[in-house]
């Protein structure tokens, strides 16, 4: 009979579980939950790997010393109701959650929380043009959020013809956004660290992921056997699906009997941990804009205005050149 394997336990932390595998003297063990379920596996080699990498940034705290946190809200009136609770309630930043931020819902919203509440941060969107990112500038938005249609679950683009590609919008937007000091967020089209580096230096001041957190151990939803690989579920919130949650007002369809699904239900495959890849995808971007020659996402954006920094069109055959190519088989691990 073989002997039943020493357990860390799934509420330890990360140095709580390095010094039960030196304690025991294990190279590798399993954490379990209370109840005896195994959740991971932890290895020396897991260990040494995460203390290798650099140390993650501060928290975003505020003037108060407590951690800087965003809500959102839609553009309905009753969201007025909510926008009062959330500011009580401590929150820092609001986001304007729709679709398609270029609209007099919006713009009515976002006077209407900066005429309430001064001091609070506002980020509108979502946008893809500068004349849309120019609405909601002159409506008093302190931020914008850039993309529409280009997320891995969404169906915008195919449905409602609407939408632009996502380094376009990022580039066009923040063109107009740069005068006005209004930074933005690239939502959507995010898969790679490469797709950071580009979203970045296109003028971007930082990104939003889904399908990249998705299949992490820290994202919502339980994992599930697909053909036998460990998977996620990951739905859009265009999907019937989270329609019938709540989120068609989103998308103008709360009150429509037929609704017009803009996103889809599927699974994406289980990354482990973002202790493990969110610090590789880090280093990655430095190291990307270290080869870029650029120090900051300041003299990043400075060098794409002065024409030093310039992106061309790849060809399929330049991409095929530029990826893996002319072997039989390999094996594609990051880190």
Known sequence: ?????????????????????????????????????????????????IRSYPKLGSPSLGPDGRFLVGAAIGTREDDKERLEHLVKAGANVIVIDSSQGNSTYQIDMIRYAKSRFPGLDVIGGNVVTMAQAHNLIKAGVDGLRVGMGSGSICTTQEVCAVGRGQASAVYKVASVAKDYDVPIIADGGISNSGHIVKALVLGASTVMMGSFLAGSHEAPGVYEDQGGSRVKKYRGMGSLEAMTKGSDARYLGDTLKLKVAQGVVGTVADKGSVLKFVPYTMQAVKQGFQDLGASSLLSAH????????????????????????????YEKKPF
């Not at 330890?12 to 003297?25: C, G, S």
């Not at 590798?28 to 959740?39: C, F, K, N, S, T």
């Open 1 to 49: 009979m073989r002997p039943v394997p020493k357990c860390a336990s799934a509420g330890h932390n990360f140095e709580q579980l390095a010094a039960f595998l030196a304690d025991e003297k294990l190279e590798l063990a399993p954490i379990a939950a209370d109840d005896g379920e195994v959740l991971d596996l932890v290895t020396d080699e897991i260990v040494q790997r």
């Open 302 to 329: 400075n060098l794409l205005r002065s024409g030093e920094l310039r992106f061309e069109v790849r060809t399929g055959a330049a991409q095929a050149e530029g990826g893996v190519h002319g072997l039989v088989s």
